[in-house]
Nanobody
Framework: QVQLVESGGGLVQPGGSLRLSCAAS????????MGWYRQAPGKQRELVAG???????NNADSVKGRFTISRDNAKNTLYLQMNSLKPEDTAVYYC????????????????WGHGTQVTVSG
C-alpha cells in the first residue's frame, strides 16, 4: 500500500503565503501523476493543480499566477506553493497520487491523503 501525508496547512491572512507538502511512503513501486485538490464547506472537491511524472503542470484558472505545484521524485514528495492567498482559497487541501505499489498484482491505483486545512482570514 501507499500512504500520502499532507502538511503545511494553517491560518494565514489574505495576501499571505503557505507551502503545502505531501509525502508518499509505503510499498511504492512507481508514482505517475500527482495533484492537489481542495474542498470547501458545502462544495464539491475540485482540482487545484496537477503534475505529471515528467513535470508537466496544469493549474485551475482560479489559482493561476498564484499557486505553483512541484514535486521531488527522489523524495516521493509533492509541494504546493500558495501565494497571494484569498479568503476563497479556504478549504481542506488533499493530495492525490496515481501510484503502483510493490504488492502483486501490480496496478495503478488512485491514493488520497487525509487532507490539511487552509484558512485564509484577516
Amino acid at each position: 500500500q501507499v500512504q500520502l501525508v499532507e502538511s503545511g496547512g494553517g491560518l494565514v491572512q489574505p495576501g499571505g503565503s503557505l507551502r503545502l507538502s505531501c509525502a508518499a511512503s509505503g510499498s511504492i513501486f512507481s508514482i505517475n501523476a500527482m495533484g492537489w485538490y481542495r474542498q470547501a464547506p458545502g462544495k464539491q472537491r475540485e482540482l487545484v493543480a496537477g503534475i505529471t511524472e515528467g513535470g508537466t503542470t496544469n493549474n485551475a484558472d482560479s489559482v493561476k499566477g498564484r499557486f505553483t505545484i512541484s514535486r521531488d521524485n527522489a523524495k516521493n514528495t509533492l509541494y504546493l506553493q500558495m501565494n497571494s492567498l484569498k479568503p476563497e482559497d479556504t478549504a481542506v487541501y488533499y493530495c492525490n497520487a496515481e501510484a503502483m505499489s510493490t504488492t502483486l498484482p501490480r496496478r495503478w491505483v488512485d491514493y488520497w491523503g487525509h487532507g490539511t486545512q487552509v484558512t485564509v482570514s484577516g
